[in-house]
């Protein structure tokens, strides 16, 4: 799952790398809004029955009929209502384009619905090979697809009509991927609903603290101003959305066959925190530190106005990371109550935060909110997950010592570099920093991790696979 989605996510770089150098921070907030508005319609759907059928141990064929039958009507709905409501956005926001992206987007919700039910198979019985397949592919070909459009008509249509494309291509390939042909059933809705709907509950608080900040920003500040925040969410949050998201989805089934065993759950859930903070908590810290020489040399001089909310949604996306993986204990313990009020209180923190910030200082408000706010949410949302597996605190603290020590003296090299070191060429700059935090984070974590006596974990894991004879030595119990 994780090399699905950072093979996915490597070529929406690459995208959007193209496409900032080819459309505007105005292109970006247009598609932004309508893509928020979008989502607000879809997220009356969003009942994540392919959740339900994930977490329930035994599934029959009306499960699966029932699931798409109720995805193929919201989809007409959905696109009934973005028709609908097109004309009266677009004069809200006073801008007519709107409306006819809407139009267009439409559309999207209808091919969604059509989706395949049967391809949930694949994370259900652990298939990454076929899961990473089905969203690589057509994720190949509407790249193309946007690249192509936007040389062609260099406005926000090729982002678009990307979207467009893209949604059909999946659609299509899921059948192509998957025998399961589904048909109309209502049998099994209650079933589902009674385990989806608090996902539904959950889906609603996770767009209000995503989107409604966006719908607020694009028309108390501009369209353009929401064009470098949906670009610098993007990049700021790919440590969470394309290496800890994919890595606690991976390990969601996993959780649900442990779910009446506390001993082995207890010990997937801390592997599973420790390999997150590992691997997040280092591109985070990197992303912030390097982001200026990152903005310029890859987007251009026009996204520079976007850098301090980069860095900041950057840091925040770090704490949000290293506890993004509790909600699913929750879930596969069929507890989703608890994902969905922990979400709750740390929507609320985050409004509290944002509505003055924003006010007082204007974009940038929205990311010093976002820090503020994960921030503030870790010890509580650590402390809940404690109590609900009935964990030590020093088994949480060692999953976090190597990550967190070997991510600020990282910081510290690359600022080293910074203030000492000035390249001619911006991008060998880049890379110069880039490579010393790379080299420096490596060889503090193993050096901490020898300290320690070689502890189970996410260095002890992959010099294993290397097979380097005598290496990792017998495993010791971590140093107090």
């Not at 990550?403 to 990282?410: D, E, N």
């Amino acid at each position: 799952m994780l090399i699905t989605r950072l093979s996915i996510k490597s070529i929406g770089i690459v995208s959007s790398i193209f496409l900032a150098r080819l459309l505007t921070p105005e292109d970006f907030g247009l598609v932004a809004i309508t893509v928020a508005i979008y989502a607000f319609i879809e997220l009356f759907g969003a009942l994540a029955l392919g959740t339900a059928l994930i977490q329930q141990k035994t599934n029959n064929l009306d499960d699966y009929n029932s699931a798409w039958t109720f995805n193929v009507l919201f989809g007409f709905a959905a696109a009934l209502c973005l028709v609908l409501i097109a004309s009266p956005v677009a004069g809200y926001y006073q801008d007519p384009r709107l409306e006819d992206v809407l139009y267009v987007i439409a559309f999207v919700s209808i091919l969604s619905g059509f989706h395949n039910i049967g391809v949930i198979n694949f994370q259900r019985d652990l298939n990454f090979r076929k899961e990473l397949q089905l969203q690589l592919i057509p994720k190949v070909i509407s790249f193309v697809i946007t690249l192509s459009l936007a040389f062609i008509f260099r406005n926000y249509w090729a982002l678009v009509l990307g979207v467009v494309s893209h949604q059909l291509i999946t659609t299509i390939y899921s059948y192509i991927m998957h025998p399961f042909r589904p048909r109309i059933c209502f049998k099994s809705f209650n079933k589902l609903f009674k385990f989806s709907r608090w996902l539904l509950l959950n889906n609603v608080v996770n767009f209000i603290n995503d989107k409604v900040s966006q719908l607020i920003v694009g028309k108390a500040l501009s369209p353009t101003a929401l064009g470098y925040l949906a670009l610098g969410k993007e990049i700021g949050q790919l440590p969470g959305s394309h290496i800890a998201l994919p890595i606690s989805k991976a390990t969601f089934p996993v959780y649900s066959r442990f779910q009446d065993n506390p001993t082995e759950l207890n010990k997937a859930y801390l592997n599973t925190v420790a390999l997150t903070a590992s691997l997040t908590i280092p591109a985070s810290i990197g992303i912030a530190m390097v982001a200026p020489l990152l903005v310029s040399v890859l987007l251009g001089e026009q996204w520079l106005s976007m850098v301090p909310l980069l860095q900041l949604l950057a840091l925040a996306n770090m704490f949000f990371s290293v506890t993004s993986n509790n909600s699913y204990i929750y879930l596969a313990a069929g507890k989703p109550h608890i994902a969905f009020f922990i979400n709750l209180s740390r929507l609320a923190v985050f409004f509290a935060l944002f509505i003055p910030l924003l006010h007082y200082n204007g974009l940038i408000g929205i990311g010093q909110a976002k820090l503020g706010s994960t921030a503030l949410m870790v010890l509580v949302i650590q402390t809940i997950v404690l109590r609900f597996l009935k964990l030590p605190v020093l088994s949480l603290l060692n999953a976090f010592i190597r990550p967190v020590a070997a991510g600020l003296i990282m910081a510290a090299a690359v600022w080293g570099v910074q203030v000492t070191v000035n390249l001619p060429f911006p991008l060998l700059q880049l890379l110069l920093e880039v490579l010393t935090g790379i080299i420096s984070y490596i060889g503090v974590t193993l050096f901490i991790w020898h300290l320690q006596g070689y502890p189970e974990g996410f260095e002890h894991n992959i010099f294993s696979r290397m097979r380097i004879k005598g290496f990792p030595p017998t495993i010791n119990s971590p140093l107090p």
